[in-house]
């Protein structure tokens, strides 16, 4: 029995989705980008209800971000199964701000289970990102990437097309000559290459059309891994261009045979708001799709578009729309939580000092590309409401602690405590970062001692902070704000993640000062 499922799968921070079947459980690994440990992992025995099973990359040796910019690091990871173990490969890109050259670092990591501990990354090239791996039935393996070329002044024509060469799995390094196979299609900006091998035939699926609302997933086949290759006779199986979809921003897809040998397709898709803006970020959908005779695949609704509904395999369970996070040392944190650009700490994330809280010392600031002491996690509705409570006496103007609402450096909020040397008051601040440019607000002179409870609530674009010192009483932290700046729409230089809430302390001037966090409490509302 097929059951209606909504669309997205995936709600909030999950793009450039890549799904596998393995075993009877679907996995789907999406980019994490700045955001630490890297690459989610997302699993499902049904296609409808879905849970986080593992970040891969989660130490130093794996991945290294410190100094990544926003944007930057992980980016459309690619996960395989074959020869009894996972495949994942990743790039942590570097640098990629002025458009021109971008520092492309593509690596492989094998682990016998989807949640164990990963093998040291093998380095395997540079030339483009969005690497994936394909195993072939006569046991050959080939690494395909797209091409990036700096040479050209238009940030289209930069992509030069899909590179394909072999990976020697013995030798652990990529062999033989690098080709380029596939040149892509008038959508230009072809990208996020997989290939994968039915009756006979080698299709290569890619996105176009760039990562907004030109978005699209090309199909081409070859009997040859090397091509050449012909194009679907739609050339493109999914877009939401120039549509009035629910999901828009269709394309960066994952073709996957699953349960029943049935086939189904993961895509990234956004929601926008009326002003365009996806303030969600981009999110994974799933669709049913269907071969023909003529030995193509299509979406099974008869069309190029995404459906909002797709039939899985058991009904979609009512989301926990409460999450209250409480903290003991005899647990770990929770895998919802994130940090920025390097891994937890037991030095900077404690709780194991003071039972049931959460201690988090302080480092660099709000803007800084490492040592940020952030914990935070992903936003996943519309209308949200996030809070906690604070006890934090700070001596100084450098020690800050509160509640950070944020989208990246550039773009976002920050409701916390901190002191006036020529007052000796302790006092609530709230700065705001609008594409780079930042509002300070004096909000309320605190008592010289006590917790401080906040809250912000997002209403779609309507955006408020609060604080209490009681916990029951609640006042207005500063202007309202619009929401939907934190979104890839807005932000600039053009951005890709999506909305966090969470938790933080800072000491600029000597990285000592602690805050204590009693809790931390998510709450998302029907739309």
Known sequence: MKYKVKNPILPGFHPDPCMIYVDGTYYIATSTFEYYPGVKI???????????????????????????????????????????????????????????????????????????????????????????????????????????????????????????????????????????????????????????????????????GGTGLTHRATLARSKNVWGPYELHPNKHIITAWETDCYLQKAGHASLCQGKDGEWVMAHLCGRPLPDGRCMLGRETAIQNVEWHEDGWVYLKNGTMNPSDEFEAYAPQLPKENVKVYNFSEKEPLSIDFMTLRQPFGEDVFDTKSRPGYLRIRGQKSILALQ?????????????????????????????????????????????????????????????????????????????????????VCVDHADGQMFYSLNGKDYMPAGEKFDASKLSDEYNRPLAFTGPYVGMGCQDFANAEKKADFHYFKYVEYDE
């Not at 909000?443 to 809250?455: F, S």
């Open 371 to 455: 040592d940020q002491s952030i914990l935070a996690r992903r936003v996943e509705a519309f209308k949200f409401e996030a809070e906690t409570e604070v006890d934090f006496a700070p001596t100084s103007f450098n020690h800050w602690a509160g509640l950070s609402y944020r989208y990246s450096e550039n773009n976002q909020h920050y409701l916390y405590v901190s002191f006036d040397e020529d007052t000796g008051n302790r006092e609530l601040l709230k700065i705001s970062y609008d594409n780079s440019k930042y509002k300070f607000e004096r909000i309320a002179v605190l008592p010289a001692e006590g917790t401080v409870w906040m809250k």
């Open 42 to 208: 997302s699993a499902s025995e049904d296609l409808a209800n879905w849970r986080t099973v593992s970040y891969p990359l989660k130490n130093l040796n794996l991945l290294d971000m410190r100094g990544d910019v926003a944007s930057t690091g992980i980016w459309a990871p690619a996960l395989s199964y074959a020869d009894g173990k996972f495949w994942l490969i990743f790039t942590n890109q570097r640098q990629w701000v002025d458009e021109h050259l971008k520092d492309t670092e593509n690596y492989l990591t094998t682990c016998e289970t989807i949640d164990g501990e990963w093998t040291e990354p093998v380095k395997l090239n540079g030339s483009g990102f969005d690497p994936s791996l394909f195993h072939d039935d006569n046991g050959k393996k080939y690494l395909v990437n797209m091409r990036w070329d700096y040479r050209f002044n238009d940030d289209g024509a930069r992509f030069r097309g899909i590179l394909c060469q072999e990976y020697d799995a013995e030798q652990k390094k990529l062999v033989g000559e690098a080709k380029v196979i596939f040149t892509g299609t008038e959508a230009h900006i072809t990208e996020g290459p997989h290939i994968f091998k039915k009756d006979g035939w080698y299709y290569l699926l890619t996105a176009e």
